[in-house]
């Protein structure tokens, strides 16, 4: 099967950042395109306003019964993704020895089970029709770890393990799995940065700045398309040249 005339796209984190920012780009491409978000109402409810047609839905995608529902409501709204964007995440900083195990289990859960809950979600309608794509939002971390940010790292190199093994295993049913490892975007998770730390960020990037949610959601855009179909199982860095 090739390309659905009008994919359906389910973009999870989907109010802020890079989540919304796909949710635009793939809205501006004509697609069906639905998102969720967990806390964020008040700018899942802004983002439906600005795109007529775009659905949101609240979920926790650390719970595998929430995202149950949520696949559910998807389908009944518009239809079974045909394209799944995995970027729900969060983030914790300091030291290794200071983090609890409450904070450990919160990041892997969102970032890495969360992942693998949408997959698991997603996959029988497209192998099903045989064809589907999933991109999978890791990080540059994910590739080489950060200090003071070893959970995220982990969660983030877990993706990348998780979306290689899956391009193996669904590739023969029409399915393509691939990675977007952003480097530093300009999101809120860059909220507690100072203008000083952002500066001295840029001047190490290679291209001289920062980068932008749109950026990555172009990306994320290009992999999901008919020009990507014998990409499955890849990294894309989209980082400046931060980490090469």
């Known amino acids: 099967m090739s390309i659905p005339a009008v ?25 069906r395109v639905a998102f969720c978000y967990e806390k964020s109402a008040q700018a899942a409810a802004a983002l439906e306003e600005e795109l007529p047609g775009v659905r949101g839905f609240a979920a926790d995608v650390s ?16 239809g079974a993704p045909d394209i799944l964007v995995c ?6 900083q300091g030291l290794l020895t200071d983090m609890t ?7 892997l859960d969102v970032d890495l089970s ?3 809950y949408c997959c698991r979600a997603a996959l029988p309608a497209m192998i099903h029709n045989k064809w589907g794509r999933i991109l999978l939002v890791s990080s540059m971390w994910g590739q080489v770890g950060a200090s003071c940010e070893a959970a995220y790292s982990a969660a983030k190199a877990g993706v990348i393990g998780l979306g290689r093994a899956l391009a193996k295993e669904v590739g023969p049913s029409g399915v393509t799995v ?18 000083e730390d952002k500066a001295a960020l840029a001047e190490e990037t290679p291209v001289g700045r920062l980068g932008t949610p749109e950026e990555v959601a172009r990306a994320l855009v290009f992999l999901a398309g008919p020009d990507s179909d014998f990409i499955t199982g890849q990294v894309l860095g989209v980082n400046g040249g931060l980490v090469i």
Do not use: K, Y
Request: proline share 4%.
């Open 178 to 195: 691939n990675c977007v490892a952003p480097g530093v975007v300009e999101t809120d998770m860059m909220a507690g940065f100072s203008a």
């Open 87 to 92: 970027n729900a995440g969060v983030a914790w």
């Open 114 to 116: 969360g992942a693998f």
């Open 7 to 31: 994919p359906v796209v389910l973009v999870t984190g989907g109010s802020r950042g890079i989540g919304a920012a796909a949710v635009r780009a793939f809205h501006a491409r004509g697609c």
């Open 101 to 107: 195990d409450a904070d450990w289990r919160r990041v």
């Open 63 to 78: 719970d595998p019964d929430s995202v149950r529902g949520l696949f559910a409501a998807v389908e009944q709204a518009l």
